[in-house]
């Protein structure tokens, strides 16, 4: 059989996530309209027939502001220097920019074998497309495909020009396994995604999860303990929200999820925490799993 590892990279916010979940087929990775949602290498596995695709979604490139920036940017060159095959994805709905560029070059230069996802057709209307088809096309990357991660179009392409470029090789996950993400960084994110789609600006960027606490009760109830951490006092009343209930709606929401994913009923406790600029705490960062 075909398997081998492919590196998810392109800019924040270009529906990467979206994608790979949409190519294995259940939601690994969460989603936002915020740039820089994704913060982890997150692996996900796309089963086919005689093949074995490890989808690895990375942060989006970016200009570091700070640390944590840096590591992630660090985090996403280091993904592609052990990969079978990349998978850029760019914006159809927003002209190819220096951002995309530089992603371009590095990827040239890397000489990993590169197919390029043009993503959102179904916001972008077909002249913009093929226009970006076009300007995409100048690049010299084995094959272009447009798609919609939203609506699952042309998916199955994706697959099929990523596979082209596997090579023979075992399976890497057992046929049940979707992520390799552990049990608690999938509900610390859930917990993470609510609050994405609910704050405005800059908080989101502020904002962290860590699951301290997962125990399953004679009840037959698991009770589940995470933190919310927040860079500065002034943020703690916004996540609470008026009379706390943000972090009820937030809680309720991710608890509705969770219940979905471990097939049991939850208890969810949130309790928010400011840690003063963890962004920046070389240490800190260790202790929340960057
Ligand atoms: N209309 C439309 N929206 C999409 C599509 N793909 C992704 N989106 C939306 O674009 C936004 C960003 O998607 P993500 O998958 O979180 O993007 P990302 O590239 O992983 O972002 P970062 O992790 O921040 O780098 C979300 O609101 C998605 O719903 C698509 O094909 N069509
Ligand atoms: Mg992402």
Redesign the pocket.
């Known amino acids: 059989m075909k398997s081998g590892f492919v590196a998810v990279v ?12 949409a190519a294995v087929g259940t939601k690994v ?11 982890n290498t997150i692996r996900g596995v796309v089963h086919g027939a005689d093949v074995q695709l490890v989808l690895v ?4 490139l970016h200009k570091p502001k700070n640390a944590l920036g840096e590591r992630l940017n660090r985090l996403v060159y280091g993904t592609l220097a052990e990969s079978d095959a990349a998978l850029f ?1 760019i914006d159809a ?1 927003s002209p190819i920019g220096p951002g995309d560029r530089l992603i371009a070059e590095r990827l040239a230069e890397s000489g990993v074998a590169t197919v390029v996802a043009i ?5 972008g209307d077909k002249e913009q497309v093929l226009a970006q088809l076009g300007e995409a096309g100048e690049w010299d990357f084995a094959a272009y495909v447009p ?5 699952g ?1 042309n998916i199955d392409l994706i697959v099929e020009e990523l596979t082209a470029l596997m090579p023979e090789g075992p399976p890497y996950f057992p046929a049940d396994m979707v992520t390799d993400q552990p049990e608690r960084i999938v509900i610390a994110e859930l917990v993470r995604e609510k609050y994405l789609a609910r704050l405005r600006q800059e908080l989101p960027h502020s904002l962290t999860v860590a699951v301290e606490d997962i125990e399953e009760r004679d009840t037959g109830v698991t009770y589940i303990g995470a933190r919310v951490i927040v860079e500065r006092d002034s943020q703690k009343g916004i996540v609470i929200g008026k009379g706390g209930e943000l972090l009820k709606t937030v809680g309720q929401e991710a608890r509705t999820e969770i219940e979905a994913l471990l097939g049991t009923q939850v208890f969810l406790e949130l309790r928010v925490k400011v840690e003063k600029d963890w962004q920046d705490q070389p240490q800190l960062l260790d202790r929340l799993g960057f």
């Open positions: 392109g800019r924040p916010n270009v529906g990467k996530s979206t994608l790979v979940n990775a969460i989603t936002s309209s915020r740039p820089q949602t994704t913060r979604d990375s942060p989006g994805v709905t993503n959102k057709t179904d916001l798609v919609s991660a939203l609506t179009d």
